[in-house]
C-alpha cells in the first residue's frame, strides 16, 4: 500500500510498499465489493478528543473475470485533539491517496493494449484534485498522458526520451514531463506503477514531482478492448 498524507501545513510521501500497511489514522478492508474504512480511536486519555471520517472515494480495480485485485482513491479524516503543551485544541484536517494493490496479481500483458482510469493528486495544497490517465502498452514499453481539463497547467506525459521499460514482472518506473512547457523543472517528475490481472488488464499506482513534494498522487485504470 502506498498512501500520499496532505494535512494543513504540508504534504509527504509517507511509505510505499509492497505488502499492506495499515494507515495510522484507520483500517482498510474489502467486503461485499465496497472498500470500508475504520476509524482508529484516538486514545489520549482526554474523552472530548476525537477523529472522524469526513469522505472517501475509494474504487475497486477487478481483474477480467470480476475478481477484485486491489482499490485505489483518497480517504479524507478530521481530528480534533488536545495539545501536548496544553494550549487547547489541535484541529486538522487529512487528507490520504492510497493504491493497494495485490502483488500475486502482477502481470506482464501479452499483447498491446490501451488503458484508461483516474488520477487523485494534490499540488501546493490544493488537494482532492482529479485528472484524466490513458496509458499504451507495447513492446515492453510504457506511454501516455495525463490531463485535469479543468486545470490545464497540470498536464504531463512520460517521457519517451527517458527509459520507460516495463519490466518481466510487469512493473514500470517512467519519467514525467509537463506537456505546456517540457522545460518547466517543477512539473517533471515519475510514474510508479504495475499491470495486475489475469493478462496484465488492469494498471495502477503513483505520481510524484522530482524535485520535492509539491505534487502527488496515485492512479488506477482498466484494459480498453
Not at 6 to 14: C, E
Not at 31 to 52: A, F, M, Q, S
Not at 158 to 172: A, L, N, Q, W, Y
Request: proline share 3%; no cysteine.
Amino acid at each position: 500500500m502506498l498512501t500520499r498524507t496532505v494535512n494543513d501545513t504540508d504534504s509527504t510521501m509517507l511509505h510505499k510498499s509492497n505488502t499492506v500497511q495499515e494507515p495510522d489514522a484507520y483500517d482498510l478492508r474489502m467486503t461485499d465489493g465496497e472498500v470500508i474504512v475504520d476509524i482508529k480511536p484516538l486514545n489520549t486519555g482526554d474523552p472530548t478528543d476525537y477523529r472522524e471520517l469526513a469522505s472517501k472515494n475509494l474504487s475497486i480495480l477487478r481483474d477480467k473475470s470480476g475478481e477484485p485485485v486491489g482499490f485505489y482513491g483518497i480517504v479524507e479524516t478530521y481530528t480534533s485533539e488536545t495539545t501536548r503543551n496544553l494550549s487547547g485544541k489541535e484541529k486538522y484536517g487529512r487528507v490520504d491517496y492510497i493504491v493497494a494493490m495485490n502483488g500475486e496479481e502482477k502481470k506482464l500483458p501479452s499483447l498491446a493494449a490501451d488503458y484508461t482510469g483516474k488520477v487523485y493528486y494534490d499540488q501546493e495544497q490544493a488537494s482532492g484534485k482529479e485528472a484524466d490517465i490513458s496509458l499504451r502498452y507495447e513492446d515492453r514499453q510504457v506511454t501516455g498522458t495525463i490531463i485535469d481539463k479543468t486545470r490545464p497547467h497540470f498536464n504531463l506525459a512520460i517521457d519517451t526520451r527517458k527509459p520507460h521499460d516495463v519490466d518481466e514482472d510487469g512493473s514500470f518506473m517512467a519519467e514525467l514531463v509537463g506537456t505546456n512547457d517540457r522545460a518547466d523543472h517543477k512539473m517533471h517528475g515519475y510514474i510508479d506503477g504495475g499491470f495486475y490481472g489475469k493478462d496484465g488488464e488492469i494498471v495502477a499506482g503513483s505520481i510524484r514531482s522530482r524535485d520535492d513534494d509539491s505534487w502527488g498522487g496515485v492512479f488506477g485504470g482498466e484494459k480498453q478492448e
